[in-house]
């Protein structure tokens, strides 16, 4: 009887150690419930009417999350701006000509001071706004959990190095996503974000010029506004998803399938290859899509986030404190 109320007791014990030790690590969907519980609707609010006025922004929004979470975890620090004393993300290889929206993020965070000053940072914004991107534009809803600090620092080699480029192979980018405990699966339905947006001709010139997996017609279309010579119209833009660039729908699926994947990276993911099947699943399903997808960037989400004491609430996105 001793012994075993003693074993219960251990268990508490543990029980008590498990949960102090990982709640400062964690993340919860109630974290702002009475610190700031207007911050739902001042971020939708600023995201509807930054997507009536270019549906694109929800795409650019979405992206940056991405970026943010793949460069040492989801902490803001894509958002801070380089200066004479410090280089941030914005100048790296994958963001360059290209990672926009950071107005938009300036405009919520304002409209969250007003509400809240001090309280919520900026990596949780971008977390939010993104959510809210993929609903607004009609794809699915998930609650997005919360807690997240904003890092005092930022790395350009990181992000040049931990992004992956449009020329990866199916291998690299199955190991990328892995690396940061995503699946497969994972890497298939997060990729269904090319659903909506665009990209550069610098990006998909040499799939449209030396691939023989790409549609013919789509080929001829693509190549009359991006030339061959590099250099000339590399900011040139075509959609990601050529049928419905502002719907967020299984139509990214559906064109892979055709061979109407814009970026090399694209197809990769449907070219005989293992993630085949969960390409063809989601074409079929756009509700095993949307289940997916919104699972799966609840686990980008909480890639490395700072908590507790570690980083900062910045006051302003663009700098720390
Ligand atoms: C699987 C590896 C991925 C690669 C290689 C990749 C690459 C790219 C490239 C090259 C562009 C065009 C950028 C430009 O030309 O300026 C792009 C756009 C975009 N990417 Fe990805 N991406 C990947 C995964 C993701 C993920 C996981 C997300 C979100 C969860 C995402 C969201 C987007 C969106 C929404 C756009 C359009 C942005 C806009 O129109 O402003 N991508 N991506
Ligand atoms: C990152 O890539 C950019 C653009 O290619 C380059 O100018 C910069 O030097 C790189 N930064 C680091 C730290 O490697
Ligand atoms: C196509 O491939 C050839 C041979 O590898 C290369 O020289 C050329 O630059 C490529 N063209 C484009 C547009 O990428």
Request: aromatic share 8%.
């Amino acid at each position: 009887m001793a012994s075993f109320s003693s074993f219960i007791g251990l268990g508490i014990f543990v029980l008590f150690l498990c949960s102090t030790g990982s709640t400062s690590a964690q993340l919860s969907n109630n974290f702002y419930f009475h610190s700031c519980p207007k911050l739902f609707g001042t971020v939708k609010s600023t995201m509807q009417s930054a997507i009536k006025q270019e549906a694109r922004m929800g795409a650019s929004i979405l992206r940056l999350f991405f970026h943010d979470c793949f460069v040492n975890g989801c902490d803001g620090s894509i958002l801070l701006d380089d200066t004479s004393s410090f280089t941030g993300e914005k100048r790296a290889a994958p963001n360059l000509n290209s990672a926009r929206g950071f107005e938009v993020i300036d405009q919520i965070k304002s409209a969250v001071e007003n509400v809240c000053p001090n309280t919520v940072s900026c990596a949780d914004i971008l977390a939010v706004a993104a959510r809210d991107s993929v609903e607004i534009l009609g794809g699915p809803s998930w609650e997005v959990k919360l807690g997240r600090r904003d890092a005092r620092t930022a790395s350009q080699s990181a992000a040049n190095n931990s992004i992956p480029p449009p020329t990866s192979n199916l291998n690299a980018l199955i190991s990328r996503f892995n690396s940061f405990g995503l699946s497969a699966k994972d890497l298939v339905a997060l990729s269904g974000s090319h659903t909506i947006g665009q990209a550069r001709c610098t990006n998909f010139r040499a799939r449209i010029y030396n691939e023989t997996t790409l549609d013919t017609s789509l080929r001829q279309t693509r190549q009359s506004n991006c030339p061959r010579v590099s250099g000339q119209g590399d900011n040139n833009l075509a959609p990601l998803d050529l049928q419905t660039p502002t719907n967020f729908d299984n139509n990214y699926f559906k064109n892979l399938v055709n061979q109407k994947g814009l970026l090399h990276s694209d197809q990769q993911l449907f070219n005989g290859g293992s993630t085949d099947s969960i390409v063809r699943g989601y074409s079929a399903n756009p509700g095993s899509f949307a289940s997916d997808f919104a699972a799966a960037m609840i686990k980008m989400g909480d890639i490395k986030p700072l908590t507790g004491s570690k980083g900062e609430i910045r006051k302003n996105c663009r700098r720390i404190n």
